[in-house]
């Protein structure tokens, strides 16, 4: 009984041994090097869609829709009293109201990346730090007054076309 208890203890011993050894190894090489900042240590961030309208002549010419993902790093993000979504989104539309000369029936106008740099710039020098590194660009659409038109209509006409083949089944 006494040679199992000792078994036992040496057992122990050993296993505590070899843990606190690879411990102590393992804390001076490090686990792995730094990451380098576009190849990880950033989050990145997806914005619902925003949707602007766009006035031109005291009337809404159309609506300019768009889906951002932005880059920022944790620690800064954490940082903020108001959220990150807020500042962009109220950024897209300084951007588009104080640039009235984007025309966007014309794609030939359209600087997409004047567009992304002004958000990140705007965004960083409003908070005071770097907090935005890069502003990707996930969707972007224009849609005008006639085409939302459209698509209602369309939607109404296909919904009356439904209701009436539900009512004729009903009878």
């Known amino acids: 009984m006494i040679k199992v208890i000792a078994i036992a203890v040496w057992i122990c011993a050993a296993t505590l041994g070899a843990v606190f050894y690879s411990f102590q ?6 686990v792995g090097e730094k990451p380098k900042p576009m190849l990880g240590g950033l989050d990145y961030v997806k914005t619902d869609i925003i949707s602007v309208p766009l006035i031109r002549d005291s009337q ?3 609506y300019f829709l768009t889906k951002l993902v932005y880059t920022v790093e944790p620690e800064q ?8 979504e807020a500042l962009i989104t109220d950024q897209v539309y300084s ?3 104080s640039n009235p000369q984007i025309d966007f029936t014309n794609k ?3 600087d997409l990346d004047a567009f992304r740099a002004a958000i990140r710039d705007t965004v960083n020098a409003r908070v005071g730090a770097p907090l935005v590194h890069e502003v990707l660009i996930d969707q972007v659409n224009f849609l005008s007054k006639d085409e939302i038109r459209d ?3 369309r939607r109404k006409k296909s919904e009356t076309a439904s209701e009436m083949t539900k009512a004729f089944k009903e009878h």
């Open 25 to 30: 190894a393992a804390g001076e090489k490090g």
């Open 60 to 62: 809404i010419g159309g």
């Open 77 to 84: 993000i954490k940082k903020l009293s108001i959220p990150a």
């Open 95 to 97: 951007y588009l109201y």
């Open 108 to 110: 030939a106008t359209i």
């Open 151 to 153: 698509n209602w209509l």
